[in-house]
């Protein structure tokens, strides 16, 4: 529903941009993003004399919008709006213990765009910029205590081109990066279901998009 309001608004403020002569600035774009996040690890056996805990989050695959607005020859700003559904697992090595948390997770990004010298059909660029990761767990669980949403910072850079296919319709390929906190659902505090190793994860997050310029 969220997701349908938020299309109606972009498109509602498309027609009145294109009503008031400004319409190639504005921009959506539509499709699918793969979301590949590495593991983390909590310190060696060398510095804690235990072997390490160990977090991963399963690889998925989410559905993406985004809007962009270009201002100038080589400026844009943009803000992309992801779905998707993961499994956190979290390997607690002293007791020889797995943990898994399924969750579903909406990550809110806004980036500054910059354009590089282009031709009228290709048109490559840099992001840069940040938002948030939100991780609300449903009911698969297992070998934990009540989980809880939770919610990380996450800093984004990129590249990406976009492909003109006409006058309004365009294809992006788009390569982001995120570096967030990995999720702990609000368990660190409980020492018989601690959950996560509290580490900084890296996520590449390649997607490809149908652009409708207005």
């Known amino acids: 529903m969220k997701l349908k309001l938020i299309l109606i608004a972009v498109l ?9 002569g400004f319409a190639s600035h504005l921009s959506v774009g539509a499709g699918f993003e793969g979301i590949f996040p590495a593991s983390t690890f909590t310190k060696s056996l060398a510095e804690t ?3 390490p ?6 690889n998925s695959v989410g559905a993406v919008v985004d809007v962009r607005y270009d201002f100038g020859h080589h400026s844009a700003v943009d803000l992309a709006l992801t779905l998707n559904r993961s499994t956190e697992l979290f390997y607690w090595a002293s007791q020889y213990n797995v943990s898994r948390i399924q969750s579903n997770n909406g990550e809110m990004i806004g980036s500054y765009i910059f354009r ?5 059909f290709v048109k490559p660029y840099f992001l840069l910029g940040g938002g948030m990761v939100r991780f609300s767990p449903n009911n698969n669980s297992y070998n934990t205590g009540v989980p809880s949403t939770d919610t990380k910072i996450a800093f984004a850079y990129g590249f990406g081109s976009d492909f003109k296919v006409s006058d309004h319709w365009g294809l992006r390929l788009q390569y982001r990066g995120l570096l967030r906190g990995d999720p702990d659902f609000k368990l660190l505090n409980n020492a018989s279901n601690s959950f996560g190793t509290g580490v ?7 997607s490809i998009q149908i652009v409708y310029h207005f």
Do not use: D, I, R
Not at 116 to 120: I, Q
Not at 200 to 206: D, M, N
């Open 12 to 20: 509602a403020f498309g027609s009145m941009a294109h009503a008031q």
């Open 49 to 51: 004399n235990q072997n």
């Open 53 to 58: 805990n160990t977090q991963a989050t399963t």
């Open 116 to 120: 590089l010298p282009s031709k009228e």
């Open 200 to 206: 900084k994860a890296h996520v590449p997050e390649p």
